[in-house]
């Protein structure tokens, strides 16, 4: 098993930042891929950002540019600058663990940008 806790959420005006940290414990030695996730109301959730254990990044196209993953031992982060009202949602950090990609996620933290 893989716990995950999100923290860093909040209310933001446009053109702000904010950090979101997620905090792993349990078994975490397998666990190779590390993501953020999102879901808006009323829409899927959908990817943000990933980080492999080897450093490697990639983004969705949406948040290329402005948002910055990065991890360290336990800890996930993600660095949220000139945030906009369409980044309003929960995120969620989520670990894929082993061969199987085995899902494991957090509860989520909300972020909600004002214009």
């Known amino acids: 098993q893989v716990h995950l806790l999100e923290s860093g959420g909040g209310l933001v005006q446009a053109g702000g930042s904010l950090r979101l940290s997620c905090v792993a414990s349990g078994s975490i030695f397998a666990v190779n891929n590390w993501y953020w996730y999102r879901q808006a109301p009323g829409k899927e959730r959908e990817f943000v950002a990933h980080i492999h254990t080897g450093g490697s990044t990639d983004y969705a196209d949406s948040v290329k540019g402005r948002f910055t993953i990065s991890r360290a031992e336990n800890r996930l982060f993600l660095q949220m600058n000139s945030l906009t009202p369409e980044d309003t949602a929960v995120y969620y950090c989520?670990?894929?663990?082993?061969?199987?990609?085995?899902?494991?996620w957090g509860q989520g933290t909300q972020v909600t940008v004002s214009s």
């Open positions: 989520n670990a894929k663990k082993g061969a199987l990609r085995i899902d494991f």
